[in-house]
């Protein structure tokens, strides 16, 4: 599962791993008072077609940072055979690093860094991080510095090329990469508008998948990161519209090691 509003407390989680989920990146853990707005999800359609994408203005886990790493320490101890990565961000390089040493003594497998949300409501967050190659290669250094568990940076779509990032995050020393996260769009429906208003927010579903797979070719496909060696060096973790197991082989063939799914579960639900 990646970091979403599927995973946001102990009780989910626990159900979707008795279903058979192998883990889970759990919803981005940070030291801000995050708020949430609701309603913040709408089901896209088209001319009486299916459902084809979901359009969310989901921040970041509005539980404090200290609770949520309780709930990933017993999800640890309760599923020693599960693969439990905390996703963190952070608004200054101390913060990055307290947040991801928590993350290590919590028994996390991993820790995912969130370069990519598209909707947070302050500047120099989530996506505006993932488009500056530079704090890309400085936080994930210092993350990496940090702690011994491996560090995941999540690449944000909302760029012309994910494959600069994707070079700072190897010549940081990254372990993997998370890609994508959900693509900054706008619905002017009535039906998606929150109080009365349209605004800017992440696109997902199936409809995405197409823009998934070809900026995971780039990196992959990319000769200089060939010639760095990334796939040999970093694990890709591939996101984008997974919902049937073509989907997932797509992404695997494209080099991915695994997959995280998140609009089919909120659509079918976990036992999919």
């Known amino acids: 599962l990646p970091s979403s509003a599927i995973c946001t407390n102990y009780e989910m989680v626990a159900r979707a ?10 919803k981005t853990i940070c030291k801000q008072d995050i708020r ?31 609770m949520d790493f309780d709930i990933l320490r017993r999800l640890k101890q309760n599923y020693p055979k599960k693969i439990i990565v905390a996703s963190i961000m952070g608004q200054t390089e101390e913060e990055w690093i ?10 996390c497998d991993a820790v995912e860094l969130n370069f990519s949300c598209p909707q947070m409501r302050l500047t120099g967050l989530g996506s505006d991080i993932g488009q500056n190659p530079e704090l890309v290669l400085f936080y ?24 600069t990032p994707a070079l700072a995050s190897y010549f940081a020393g990254a372990h993997g990469i998370s890609a994508i996260n959900t693509i900054k769009s706008i619905t002017m429906s009535d039906s998606a508008a929150v109080s009365n208003k349209k605004t800017v ?4 579903g199936k409809a995405v998948k197409p823009i998934a797979l070809r900026m995971i070719y780039e990196m992959t496909g990319n000769p200089i990161l ?3 060696g990334i796939e040999k060096h970093m694990d890709i973790s591939g996101i984008g519209g997974i919902e049937t197991w073509h989907d997932a082989l797509e992404f695997i063939q494209l080099g991915c090691r695994n997959v995280q ?12």
């Not at 709408?42 to 359009?55: I, L, N, S, Y």
């Not at 510095?145 to 760029?159: F, G, L, R």
């Open 17 to 26: 791993l008795e279903a058979g989920w192998a883990g889970v990146f759990y």
């Open 36 to 66: 949430e707005v609701s309603p913040r999800f709408d089901a896209v359609q088209k001319d009486g077609t299916p459902f084809v994408g979901f359009r969310n203005m989901e921040q970041l886990s509005e539980n404090s940072y200290t």
């Open 98 to 107: 307290e947040l991801a040493k928590m993350a290590e003594q919590a028994g």
């Open 140 to 163: 994930t250094s210092y993350v990496k510095e940090a702690v011994k568990i491996p560090v995941i940076p999540k690449m944000t779509p909302n760029i012309m090329s994910m494959t």
């Open 201 to 204: 927010s992440g696109y997902s």
């Open 226 to 228: 060939q010639k760095a």
């Open 261 to 272: 799914v998140c609009t089919a579960v909120m659509q079918y639900g976990y036992r999919i």
